[in-house]
């Protein structure tokens, strides 16, 4: 007997047939004899359906409220699953995120979760019950409801799995596994069979949305095994691993494991700034002062004493802002300088523990590139990725030209 946390995203309970099969599948899991923890996402499209409600009504609602309603989505599925496991004559009961006791800090929409008390749970589990809990949604030491951030559901699902120390963690979805890439935007990615952690960490960081990036963190750091799989058909998903397991199983590791893209982001730069100590920090303490993250930073070289540029990027959502402050606190600050923005802007990464022991991974992309007569307007490279920053229109041509160049093609099926 096997204690699984079993996670469905918003496609695979989107409708009232999904949310049967769901059931039907839980049901096969507890016939076999397993104890089996749901956590399910609100159904597709709920929670920006409610994100847009909130904007109708106020374009500025405090983050206490806006947690309070894009939780209800969850609370929606928890009960009709619970509904429709009793319809299979399977014992079940719905939990929100309090009720299953996960504490988090305050941070109403990005909150991180503090604490699981996981008594009541394990009582049900060992009462033979199935446990539905409701995704993306904790509640901080007051009992205001808080949520995790897009995509969190993913991260209750791994945060429920380590604190239960179950055997498996199932992130069900609407693709069979992580790929190279995103399929629905290169047909001939390929599914993985594994993954390590660094890698997936990396990729979800840098875009690829199949897991989110603190679900993948709560793997590593407690050791949880997660596994990602088709919600539609059976098959056995991909598995990601601590790097140390891979290596013992493949000789040699592909140069690169797979391309993330993200067209989120938006690129601010600042011409002629002064080259003197502190104009860095000048330049992004306001920034950060706002609460504002950056991501990618460049700064010229230039001649001793003179002007320099300074380039970094932003969440596209932050874009309004972060120009404001630049051109309200930062350009008068520095007395000089020229502001410029542009936010049809695409960051494309290749990302691959392989290419820490190879040299020339960067010069074989830039040609790459080069030669589908893409511009690189930025670049930042770490041990194991490198990202460009293109032109958005540029971006899925990128991705293709990539996944051919780099070895990542499907074989059986013919070039787009
Ligand atoms: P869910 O609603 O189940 O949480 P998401 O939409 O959050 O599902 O994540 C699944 C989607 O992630 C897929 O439909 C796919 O388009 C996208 N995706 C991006 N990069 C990858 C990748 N490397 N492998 C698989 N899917 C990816
Ligand atoms: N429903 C939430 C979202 O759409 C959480 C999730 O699906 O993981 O972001
Ligand atoms: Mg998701």
Redesign the pocket.
């Known amino acids: 007997m096997a204690l699984y946390v079993q996670k469905f995203?918003?496609t695979s309970v989107g409708s009232v047939e999904r949310i049967k099969a769901v059931a039907n599948k839980v049901k096969r899991f507890r016939d076999e004899g397993h104890q089996v923890v749901v956590v399910v996402?609100a159904m597709s499209g709920e929670t920006n359906r409610l994100i847009e409600l909130a904007e109708q009504i106020n374009d500025e609602p405090t983050p206490r409220e806006m947690d309070m309603l894009v939780s209800t989505g969850e609370q929606v599925t928890i009960s009709l699953l619970a509904m429709a496991l009793h319809r299979l004559g399977v014992p079940a009961t719905s939990y929100t995120g309090a009720q299953v006791g996960i504490q988090t800090d305050s941070a109403y929409t990005k909150a991180r979760i503090q604490r699981i008390d996981t008594e009541d749970l394990r009582a049900d589990l060992d009462d033979g019950q199935v446990v539905v809990a409701a995704g993306f949604q904790g509640a901080d030491d007051e009992g205001n409801i808080t949520t995790l951030g897009?995509?969190g559901?993913?991260t209750t699902g791994v945060a429920l799995a380590a604190a239960l120390g179950a055997d498996e963690c199932q992130i069900y979805?609407d693709v069979d596994g992580v790929y190279t890439t995103d399929p629905r935007v290169c047909s001939r990615a390929q599914r993985l069979e594994t993954i390590t952690v660094e890698e997936m960490l990396e990729l979800a960081s840098l875009g690829s949305?199949?897991?989110?990036i603190r679900a993948v963190e709560f793997a590593g750091k407690y050791n949880v095994p997660l596994r990602v799989l088709s919600s539609f058909e059976d098959g056995p998903g991909t598995l990601i691993v601590a790097e140390s397991d891979q290596e013992e199983d493949s000789m040699e590791e592909p140069l690169i494991s797979g391309i993330a893209f993200t067209d989120k982001e938006a690129k601010l730069t600042l011409l002629n700034t002064p080259d003197v100590p502190g104009v860095a920090s000048r330049i992004l303490g306001p920034i950060a002062d706002a609460n504002i993250e950056v991501d990618m930073i460049v700064q010229n070289v230039a001649p001793v004493g003179d002007y320099t540029d300074f380039t970094f990027t932003v969440a596209k959502s932050d874009y309004k802002q972060t120009m404001q402050i630049l051109k309200d606190q930062v350009l008068p600050d520095l007395g000089s300088g020229e502001l410029r923005g542009d936010d049809n802007i695409a960051k494309v990464s290749l990302v691959g523990v392989g290419m820490r022991s190879h040299a020339g991974v960067a010069s074989r992309m830039f040609r790459v590139l080069a030669d589908e007569n893409v511009n690189i307007r930025m670049v930042s490279t770490s041990e194991i990725k490198i990202s460009v920053v293109i032109d958005e229109k540029h971006m899925e041509l990128a991705v293709r030209a990539l996944h051919t160049a780099f070895g990542l093609d499907k074989q059986d099926i013919e070039p787009e």
Do not use: C, N, P
Not at 209 to 212: G, S
């Open positions: 995203g918003g996402s897009r995509g559901s993913d979805t949305k199949v897991l989110q």
